[in-house]
């Protein structure tokens, strides 16, 4: 199947590594010319030039800037104006109690997680908009309608996201032009290794998301952590040509974590 990427350019913020990462290693390995993000320029750089390795004739530019705070979207905007695919993906979280974490930690995580999509969306989409093409999708979670009590500000800010692309959605009624969030469950990455690791400290890698799974998402019917290839194939098929009548939706790759039928 072709899914139309040959001379789409896509954006990938926090994607030196990741989620982020593997999105914009399968849109190359479909043909998209992708714009690596990261903080620094040794990052981007490492990053952009293993998609080139393992992906033979590859096309990948490179942008630095913390899409995190509004100097890094400004970077980012300055350096690739305009782009056909947007994803969305900075996010961070941290494992705090809901009746301990102070003020600083929420308005950090709504910075980073909610306004990070607003500064961007805010400059890409109109322009999309304007020659009736593009896509974007945000990268939420499913925690964002399961709130996850070792994580009561990423939760929030993820039910943030969910309502902001909605709300992006309907400006492009009647276009060519898609806005979707995505929700995957835990998913085996750096950050989350990390994460799982301070929950079960001294346990292993192998037997502590086995317990995270167990204990936290006791409802997941595969019953493990996903992998970020898998994330990415479904993040791609969604930036396709292929997928012009998904709009507006919230998107569960959860593993089947969520109970309910909708």
Known sequence: MD???NG?????????GGLGFAIARCMAAEGATVVINGRSGETTAKA????????????????????GTAEGCTAIIEACPDVDVLVINLGI??????????????????EINVMSGVRLARHYLPRMLARDSGR??????????????????????????LSLARNLAETTKSTGVTVNSVLP????????AK?????????????????????NRPT???????????????????GSARTGIVNGAALRIDGGLIRTVM
Request: charged share 25%; net charge negative.
């Open 3 to 5: 899914l139309g990427y």
């Open 8 to 16: 789409k350019r896509c954006l990938v913020t926090a994607s030196t």
């Open 48 to 67: 952009a030039e293993r998609i080139v390795t393992e992906v033979p004739g590859a096309s990948v530019e490179t942008v630095v800037g913390n899409s």
């Open 93 to 110: 979280y941290e494992a705090v109690d809901i009746f301990e974490a102070g003020d600083d930690r929420w308005y950090d995580l709504i």
């Open 136 to 161: 974007v999708i945000f990268m939420a979670s499913e925690s964002a309608i399961n709130p996850a009590p070792e994580l009561p500000a990423y939760s929030a800010t993820k039910t943030m996201q």
């Open 185 to 192: 469950g835990p998913c085996r990455t750096e950050g989350v």
């Open 195 to 215: 994460l799982i690791a301070g929950l079960y400290p001294g346990v292993a890698t192998e037997e502590a998301e086995r317990r995270f799974v167990a204990e």
């Open 220 to 238: 997941s019917l595969i019953q493990r952590l996903s992998r970020p290839e898998e994330v990415a194939d479904f993040v791609t098929f969604l």
